[in-house]
Every structure is written in C-alpha cells, then in structure tokens.
Nanobody
C-alpha cells in the first residue's frame, strides 16, 4: 500500500507564499501520479494540480494556473505545491492524493490533509 503525509499548511496573509509537501511511503513504485486537491466546508473536494510520478507531466486547473507550481523530489518521494500570491479564496484543507492509473483520474489514495488559511 501507499501512505501519504502532507505538511506545510498554516496561517498566512493575502499575497504571501506557502509550500506544501506530500511525502509518499510504502509501495511508491506503483504510483502513476500525485495530485493536490482542496476542500472548503460544504463544498466538494476540488482538483488543484497534479504531476506524474516521474515528474515529466504536470496539470493545473484554472485556480492554480500562474500562481501555483507543482514539483517533485524523486529521491525524497515528495511532491511539493508552491503557492504564491495567496488569496483568501485559497483558504481550504489541502489534500494530496495518489493515482495508480493516470495523471487526471484515479485518485484513490489520500493523505490526511493540511489546513491553509489566508487572511485578508
């Protein structure tokens, strides 16, 4: 099985930057891609960005394009989400997830989440 642990959340002000980390352990060789999602109370979990496990391909949703960068440290089995120019609307619980199938779908393995709060 694959285990995912997120870290790096916190309370920041609008305009600040934050870097989230997602470290995978276990059978990491079966991972196809790792994605970041976010969720606010009363809303569905939303896709933010993803990266193939080899690091060659990335995907960003409109909410992340231009402000967020996803990257991977292969040696550390860690995927990062660098978030710049944060806005209050970015406040959410951020989850990383692993897909064993494809960059854009199949995210069945989840971390516990990390809270990001952006104050105005």
């Amino acid at each position: 099985q694959v285990n995912l642990v997120e870290s790096g959340g916190g309370l920041v002000q609008a305009g600040d930057s934050l870097r989230l980390s997602c470290t995978a352990s276990g059978r990491t060789a079966i991972i196809a891609a790792v994605g970041w999602f976010r969720q606010t109370p009363g809303k569905e979990r939303a896709f933010v960005a993803a990266i193939s496990w080899g690091g060659r391909n990335t995907y960003y949703t409109d909410s992340a394009q231009g402000r967020f960068t996803i990257s991977r440290d292969g040696a550390a089995n860690t995927v990062y989400l660098q978030m710049n120019s944060l806005k209050p609307d970015d406040t959410a619980v951020y989850y990383c997830a692993a897909s064993l199938r494809h960059l854009l779908y199949g995210y069945d393995l989840w971390g516990q989440g990390t809270q990001v709060t952006v104050s105005s």
